[in-house]
């Protein structure tokens, strides 16, 4: 019986990685992405792919504190690494001023695409507390959503850096 | 009911009830479920855009270490009713549908599905796919419409003959219907013009861009019964489907919806689902099967690329004598294309006394079409509201008074003949001249502002819920309408209204096709408008028995009451002219249980009303660079008759969402094309509007109620998508003087058009060098 040609390498590769506090100890193919690890292997489905390709931003989550498309990083780059995905978010079961912002201001429609633009913009309030619409814009420039027309979310987003979201 | 002044959550910005899922990742997507012994599923898709298949050998593939099932078309069983259709939004006859699912002797779009196969891991079946031996015989490629209505163009289908209400075609053709309607002496109204314009219109193929490509999952049991859990705007018209398909009966099929990542129309079609049960039959587990993004490019259902040409003749007045088009939309593989649709919006905002369409339905080796926001609307409106913009410049009259003098009204005629019940076009022209925004004058250079008007005629079809009353008085709508972008809490919203209930006392489930009464798909901005009605019977019926159970319980021995003698309030009921002698919501509902006479459930459902036709307007300005032809947004507002507001967040999300689907059909949004294939199937090559492209987007709800429903609801969703790509022209216009008729205007096309406005004309070279 033939078998398909990567398989017949057998390989799998050990990696140890943190993903929203729980550190998981697992043996990844070699050509897995993070975003397959997370999904298939950890169950951690909120992480969605719309692409495959880095282009529409819906697999972003944050390693080592900055945000990538996780359908781009390969499983064993993401050794040791600290992830932190869309289920990592709420903190003692309260959502995040961000996720509250989003239901509040209608920033979600379909909600395919929110996963990837809560995590961007976690990053960006991180980075810059205080941005300007401009710098919303750009902070999420790399997620496409299709529903909104982004409205709601730039208003979400500077919500919360005003505070009016706790 | 209550009237709208006791409305506590009619109007109100109730924010989603499914929210909290979707911002902390549990919502359930098609492609997040996994069952236990589940398969992976790929398909094999032609490379060729038009090819016959000679042979199709999968024994290599099945020979793979993991593989547990291949099918092809053979697969599926032989089709009997040949001319079986489905109508509606559907569209499209059963026998191309199945050779839409999969092809038979010929593939007919690059990307078009061959055979497919499940395994027990996504790389063996992938690996698969490289196995199987497919001789095809590649044919010429028709690449648009106007190559395939040429009479020696290479025919598609040799069996199909075009319909038309003449006699019927000798000969076969690549055209599947040419459609003509009017009405008046056009002669006459072009004599009677001083002012006429006719210009021709390009647009492409555009894609819906939801974010979630296709997925399901599909599983046979031992007893034959199918279970599918799938990303679809209508679960019973995908039963519809599958049943037909697969020749198994209604009840042997069950069509759960996941959550939905986004349709706009695209969801309609089965497309993974029978291939996924045919694996699943065949190998007896569960199969899963997802699209990548290139597969959803290369063979969803994009929107008809189209050529149109718009005459239009006004008197010196203003007023409109004529209108005339003439429209070819192209349908992608199989016949279909939205051309009634695109003739009914194409003059919808307009009264004249004479108007004519004639539209042709063609196919090409393509993708088949599926709706898209308002199908054939934004491809119309961009002609006509740029030929408009074109005849109020010449009369010298400004574009909102020009468009209100011939605006539309109630007992005017549309080109189909329909007449308007109660609409909002005067309203909605009458909120773009008082709003701010058309009156803060435009400073600066290369800059311009733009208007333009859309439309929808509001889809209905039939709708149905069941609201029911748990045994503790709390209340649950059950429904297998499948909700879009919100309809859980608009629905949640109107029924805690009709009962006078606290809204926390009610809850909605969408079931599957098993578990709630058949209901149609949620598309052509129909949910809203038709669950209003629905569930307003439904609570009506729900009331009525909840009186006759409150009227016995407060029966007294000498006094027999029936439903007639109670009254009912917010969640009481009591004896008319005896407020005293009481009983509580709850309470009856506990009484449902212990003294017999069962639950309370009320069904309500709805297939005729009055259309609710619905009117939007946009209004923008821009920045042209004249070095670059870069269009840059200043300022963007969106006006719209909704008829009456249930959610206001729901609705300025619908007109945002739908204005910047707009832009994308204006200024970025093509399909690439290299004779029949496709070149940007990716979101880098496929350019969709990102929030760096946009300002913040304004809204103004405009509410003149529908002329039928109990809550005067129009539907939102589809309308704010029309306006988008002639404001953006008419804008330009002003800004730079350059007329741009085809889509979309990207820099590229827009700095050409300035250069060759501005260029000075060069000498012909000598001798050809």
């Known amino acids: 019986m033939s078998t398909f040609p990567w398989e017949r390498l057998a390989l799998r590769i050990p990696i140890r990685v943190r993903v929203n506090g729980d550190t998981h100890t697992l043996l990844v193919k070699p050509w897995q992405t993070l975003l397959e690890t997370l999904r298939d292997d950890l169950g951690l489905t909120g992480t969605k792919e719309g692409c495959g390709n880095g282009n529409c931003g819906c697999c972003t989550v944050l390693m080592n504190g900055r945000p990538v498309t996780s359908c781009l990083v390969l499983a064993p780059e993401a050794d040791g690494a600290e992830v932190l995905t869309v289920e990592g978010l709420a903190r003692d ?74 | 009911m209550a009237t709208k002044a006791t409305f506590r959550y009619i109007g109100k910005p109730v924010p989603k009830m499914d929210a909290l899922e979707r911002v902390t990742g549990a919502a359930r997507y098609a492609a997040d479920l996994s069952l236990p012994g589940m398969l992976y599923g790929k398909v094999l898709r032609s ?58 002797e010929k593939a007919l779009f690059e990307g078009h599905p061959v055979a497919a196969v499940a395994a027990t891991s996504p790389e063996a079946a992938e690996a698969a796919l490289d196995l199987i031996a497919v001789d095809y015989e590649p044919l010429p490629v028709v690449e648009n419409a106007l190559e395939a209505m040429k009479p020696d163009a290479p025919l598609l289908h040799p069996d199909l003959y075009t319909k038309t209400l003449g006699e019927k075609p000798t000969k076969p053709s690549n055209i599947g219907m040419i459609l003509e309607v ?33 997925a399901c999952v599909a599983w046979v049991d031992s007893q034959g019964q199918i279970q599918v859990w799938t990303s679809t705007q209508g679960t019973f018209n995908t039963q519809r489907m599958l049943s037909a398909l697969l020749k198994v009966p209604l009840h042997k099929i069950t069509v759960i919806p996941a959550e939905i990542g986004g349709a706009f129309g695209g969801k309609i079609y089965v497309m993974l689902e029978p ?9 007896g587990r569960p199969v899963k099967m997802v699209m990548d993004r290139a597969e959803v490019f290369r063979a969803t259902g994009p929107s008809s690329p189209a050529y149109i040409t718009v005459k239009a003749g006004a008197r010196r007045d203003g007023r409109l004598t004529g209108l005339y088009a003439k429209v070819i939309m192209d349908a992608g593989a199989f016949p279909g294309a939205p051309i009634d649709r695109g003739a009914w919006c194409i003059f919808a905002p307009y009264k004249a006394p004479a108007m004519k369409v004639e539209a042709y339905d063609v196919v090409t080796n393509k993708p088949r079409v599926q709706p898209y926001r308002a199908p054939g609307g934004p491809q119309v409106m961009f002609a006509t509201e740029s030929v408009m913009d074109m005849l109020a410049e010449r009369l010298g009259m400004d574009p909102v008074e020009f468009r209100l003098l011939n605006a539309a009204d109630e007992g005017d005629q549309n080109v189909t003949g329909y007449k308007y019940g109660r609409i909002g076009v005067k309203a909605v022209l009458e909120a773009v001249k008082r709003h701010p925004h058309w009156n803060t004058p435009l400073e600066g250079k290369n800059r311009g502002r733009g208007l333009a008007m859309g439309c929808w005629m509001g889809a209905l ?20 309408q499948v909700d879009l972008t919100g309809t859980r809490t608009t629905m949640v919203q109107m029924v805690a209204d009709m009962l006078q209930l606290p809204i926390e006392q009610v809850s909605i489930r969408v079931g599957d096709t098993s578990s709630t009464p058949y209901t149609d798909l949620s598309a052509g901005s129909r949910t809203t408008l038709t669950q209003s009605v629905a569930l307003a019977k439904a609570c009506q019926s729900v009331l009525e028995q909840m009186k006759e159970r409150a009227a016995e319980a407060l029966s007294k021995p000498d006094r027999r009451l029936t439903a007639a003698d109670i009254e009912y309030a917010e969640g009481r009921f009591w004896v008319k002219g005896d407020p005293e002698q009481a009983i509580s919501w709850r309470q009856v509902a506990i009484l449902s249980r212990t003294r017999g006479g069962g639950p309370v459930v009320g069904t309500g459902t709805v297939t005729r009303l009055q259309p609710a036709n619905q009117f939007a307007a946009q209004v923008c300005d821009v920045e042209v660079d004249p070095e670059t032809g870069k269009v840059k947004i200043l300022r963007y507002t969106c006006f719209q008759d909704v008829g009456r507001v249930i959610n206001p967040i729901q609705v300025e999300g619908q007109m945002q969402g739908g204005a910047v689907q707009g832009i994308g059909w204006g200024l970025f949004e093509y399909y690439a094309w290299d004779k029949g294939k496709i070149r940007n199937p990716t979101f880098l090559d496929y350019r969709m509007p990102t929030a760096l492209d946009l300002p913040m987007l304004d809204t103004a709800i405009v509410e003149v109620p529908a002329p039928d429903g109990p809550l005067g609801v129009r539907g939102v969703g589809e309308a704010p998508i029309t306006p988008g790509p002639a404001a953006l022209a008419n804008a330009i216009y002003r800004a730079v003087g350059v007329r741009i008729t085809s889509l979309p205007m990207t820099p590229e096309a827009v700095f050409w058009a300035i250069r060759a406005k501005t260029a000075v004309p060069q000498p012909a070279p000598a001798d050809g060098t």
């Open chain 2, 47 to 104: 490379p060729h855009p038009h090819a016959y298949i000679r042979r199709i050998d999968p024994s290599r593939a099945l020979a793979v270490e993991g593989v547990k099932a291949v099918v092809t078309a053979a697969d599926l069983p032989p089709l009997e009713e040949a001319r079986a259709a489905f109508g509606g939004e559907l569209m499209i006859e059963l026998a191309h549908l199945r050779q839409l699912v999969i092809a038979h």
């Open chain 2, 275 to 283: 291939l996924a049960i045919l694996l699943a039959r065949k190998a």
């Open chain 2, 461 to 480: 079809l039939t709708s149905s819920s069941q609201v029911m009353v748990n045994v503790d008085g709390t209340v649950t709508i059950v429904t297998g």
């Open chain 2, 182 to 214: 009017g009405f008046g002496d056009l002669e006459k109204a072009w004599a009677e013009a001083d002012v006429v314009v006719e210009q021709a219109f390009e647009t492409q193929m555009v894609h819906q861009g939801y974010l979630e490509p296709q």
């Open chain 1, 93 to 166: 079961g309260q959502p995040s001023p961000l996720q509250k912002a989003f239901i509040e201001y209608g920033a979600l429609q379909c909600g395919f695409c929110t996963p990837g633009f809560l995590m961007s913009a976690t990053y960006l309030l991180q980075r810059i507390p205080n941005p300007t619409e401009q710098e919303v814009r750009l902070g999420i420039a790399g997620n496409l959503c299709r529903c909104t027309g982004y409205d709601k979310i730039v208003r979400a987003i500077l919500a919360v850096a005003r505070g009016e979201v706790q």
